[in-house]
């Protein structure tokens, strides 16, 4: 209403009233005003930001300091209770290491006294080991009367075999022995006593075996192999008269009808035959 009559009367007369240009001075002042408080608030807004972020910063940082101050001391806390921990392991580790070591010095001591006490005692084992040496002497006395007599056996074998031989060629060369009108090999006249195989031949008498003796059987100086001959070893002196013959022909079976001897050369005939 008030802005219409200004506009009104600006119209008809061209001029402002006093009053108006007191009004539109007041106008301008209170834009400006309004001005300055817009700047204003925005300066005071400006600063309370500032400092509102001022004391946000410091109390952030006070709390860091304090979050520093508290993972400190639990750190600390923590570390302390895992070192004493590791001391209680250690020690314990330690104990057990020392009794560990103690146990086995005791265990040493004892079976040190028990092994000599009861397992390798010197006396014991002194005794013992003289018992053996009486046993090994006893031993080998006998092995050496054993030995003795094994060898005293082998000799009369060796003898008797020596002894059979020399009967066997005696009775092979019996043709050689001398007669009162010749004197044989054996027998010769510039002796003085008569050989050794002419006192053989004149004991022995003339028995020709019924075949020869094998090559394979007949030894290097011609006197056989005594599994070649019939002669069993006598247990009385070879030197004694003996009516023994050397019996070495195997006994045949009889022939017990001569068909079987047709038939077996038919056989062989047909045979010979088929080969051809």
Known sequence: MCMNYIYFFNQKNGTYPSPIKSSLS????????????????QAAILIQSWFRGCLERAYLSHLHKKAIIIQKIWRGFTARARVRQMVKAAYFIMKMNFYEEMAVRIQQRWRGFY???????????????????????FVREELDEICYLQKKERESLKMIKEQTAKVYQAHRLHYLLSTKQCPGVFNSPFRQAPHEMELLLRQVKHSAPTRLVPKSRVSFLGIPDP???????????????STRTCSIRPALPPIASRNHQVMAVKARTKSLDVED
């Open 26 to 41: 007041c106008v301008c002042c209170s834009s400006q005003a309004e001005e300055n408080r817009k700047r204003e608030n």
């Open 115 to 137: 092994a000599r006490k009861h397992i390798h005692d010197f006396y014991a084992r002194k005794s013992y080991m003289e018992g053996i040496i009486k046993k090994n002497n």
């Open 227 to 241: 599994a070649a001959c019939s002669f069993s070893a006598p247990t009385e002196s070879p030197w004694i008269k």
